[in-house]
């Protein structure tokens, strides 16, 4: 399920466009036509990357804490019902949840970063741009964090995240270079398209933590009775 990353960053790279795309035209080195313009974009995209791979960290960390607990199956579920309500809840709930959690006092820092980075033309800067970007709220990165949750391991998840991260790079590097490159309606198009993304991805979390026996879907998991092998054991013959 780790490639899974992969093909929703890149399926929804087009919403990446409307919300980040922004940011990506209006970096630094604009009027540049050398290799630092180039690698500043480069940096840039490499720090959203870093970003998603280390929240996908902080994701494998909690979801390995479950499957240690023996609730694999109990994590994939939870992971596709996550995903469901990111796609139904409406924004104003989002943004009176990040008031409750004190996330909006984190984002507004966020926000004064990127204007500072913003103003210095160093070609670090851009990674720094990039890594704070990542940071930026962003319902379609919820829902990828969410399939993080079920990945195999702490190594899994931010792999899962970095492929992600990495389906979303040609379209935003691309963008970085020319924002005429992709006309709005096509935009809008895609927009459209990822909740059933999405949905389709939820879909086949639940489905495989349903353990239906279905090979590489939707496997059985075998549970193994250490409990009942250690009184085994202590029995007398």
């Known amino acids: 399920m780790i490639w899974a990353g992969f093909l929703f960053g890149l399926l ?6 409307g919300m980040c795309g922004p940011i990506a035209m209006a970096l630094p080195f604009g009027g540049s036509s050398g290799w630092r313009y180039y690698a500043g974009r480069l940096l840039y995209n490499g720090g959203r990357i870093a970003t998603y791979a280390s929240l996908g960290a902080l994701a494998g960390a909690f979801g390995q804490s479950l499957q240690m607990a023996g609730l694999q199956q109990t ?3 939870v992971s596709g019902i996550l995903i469901l309500l990111l796609l139904v809840l409406p924004a104003a709930s989002k943004g009176k949840a990040a008031s409750i959690l004190g996330t909006d006092k984190v984002m507004a820092w966020v926000r004064r970063k990127l204007g500072y980075f913003f103003q210095k033309n160093s070609l670090g800067s851009l990674f720094m ?12 990165v919820y829902i990828a964090l969410a399939g993080a949750i079920s990945a195999p391991g702490l190594g899994g998840a931010m792999g899962y995240m970095a492929l992600f ?35 389709t991805l939820a879909i086949l979390f639940i489905v495989r933590g349903l ?27």
């Open 165 to 199: 991260g990495l389906g979303t790079f040609p379209l935003m590097f691309l963008v970085s270079l020319s924002g005429k490159l992709i006309s709005l309606k096509v935009r809008g198009m895609f927009n459209k398209a990822v909740p059933y993304v999405g949905m």
């Open 211 to 237: 353990g239906l026996g279905i090979p590489y879907l939707s496997p059985k998991v075998v549970q193994t009775a250490q409990h009942t092998t250690e009184m085994s054991c202590c029995k007398k013959p």
């Open 129 to 140: 741009v990039g890594m704070l970007n990542g940071l930026l709220p962003c319902g379609f």
């Open 12 to 17: 929804g790279s087009f919403h990446c466009v």
């Open 75 to 77: 994590v994939s579920i």
